[in-house]
DNA sequence: CGCCCAAGTCAACGGTTGATGACTTTTACA
DNA sequence: TGTAAAAGTCATCAACCGTTGACTTGGGCG
């Protein structure tokens, strides 16, 4: 076991710190929050159980610290409003860009029916996504179309995290890729 | 306590098994799959708690049941097709209206995270919603037009369901509502 | 070098869950 | 009416959960 990542230092209370909290966003975006326990947790950051308690203080506490930690979606709120659509669109369909700012979104949608999770959720929900949403729309009435766009985008991820496989052929891919841009624009323009 | 349905029938499988089968749905739809133990089940429907895995085999078997039993959201399938985005934004957002059709909707998306509900859920939801409902909407492509739609339903009931109490003021709630079925509606068209 | 506190380990706790087998009570039929 | 099977009850099991406290180990500093 030669494998140290900096030789001099073994114990490094941040490193394994910031380690819980990276296995903890990944194990709650996959699991929810009931579904992730802290030992799965524990062993996904090579870390004794006990730690997660000794650091976080309890499993609610660690869910909001991971919450907080949560990039601020920005990247889907960058570049001209025309092309929303077609950008988040893509951005969703395309599976393997889950690990950016979508993963987030599965936190959410996968820890919903968790009493515990439920307010923390909320008030992640307002200050993570639709406060910076609405702020980037503008206009009349920027909260309602950003939670109407917001609802649309967890119902699309939803529907890809239930089904596995893709039950749509390529060219009805093609087709929701292109509708779902149509109307996720219909949904933010003023 | 003189309230026996059948006078001369205390003991009766068919009714307690049917008191089973809408206590687990009602718990199914408010706890999701995991959050919904067997013994809270057992206690809405007054019976004792080994009695379910008596009847049903495990809590899997159960929850494939309630999916069975579920009702066919064909209420949602019924009048024109040009008042649909408005006729469904209407039944999503008046609250009350829960326990027809859309409860069904609550148990799909409060088990999603549970790998063992996963299976029975993309199911049920191809053949009592999907299915009747790409076949309710017709036209090309109707396979896409119905996902999407479906994905907009979920994503708004979903919303509602995590924050219990509504952060839009009334005239926000009245505009959503009609750019919901806006929205709806430019999904369904072909 | 040797101390001493931080960092990490281990075992255990009370609680809840799904499931099972033995037991008692009721119903229906011969 | 007597009896056997159905219907319901009870206690209990093993497994897992979050959390806690006591213990061991490591490294920076005097």
Redesign the pocket.
């Known amino acids: 076991m030669t494998d140290l990542p900096a030789p001099?230092?073994?114990?490094?209370?941040?490193?394994?710190?910031q380690a819980i909290l990276d296995a903890a966003h990944h194990r709650f975006a996959k699991e929810g929050y009931?579904g992730?326990?802290?030992?799965?947790i524990a062993a996904a950051a090579k870390?004794?159980?006990?730690?997660?308690?000794?650091?976080f203080?309890?499993?609610?506490?660690?869910f909001v610290e991971v919450l907080n930690c949560a990039p601020d979606s920005s990247d889907l709120f960058e570049g001209e409003l025309g092309d929303f659509g077609t950008r988040v669109a893509a951005k969703i369909l395309d599976d393997r860009d889950v690990d950016q700012g979508v993963e987030y979104l599965l936190i959410m949608l996968r820890s919903a029916s968790s009493p515990a999770a439920a307010e923390p959720l909320r008030r992640s929900m307002r200050t993570h996504f639709h406060d910076p949403f609405a702020a980037y729309l503008g206009g009349p009435h920027a909260d309602v179309r950003a939670r109407l766009a917001g609802d649309l985008i967890m119902g699309v991820c939803m529907s890809q995290a239930i089904s596995a496989d893709h039950d749509l052929d390529e060219e009805g891919q093609a087709n929701l890729r292109k509708r779902l841009a149509l109307v996720l624009q219909a949904a933010v323009e003023p």
């Open positions: 001099g230092r073994t114990r490094n209370a941040a490193a394994t710190r009931d992730a326990s802290l030992r799965e870390v004794d159980a006990a730690l997660v308690s000794r650091y203080g309890s499993k609610e506490e660690l």
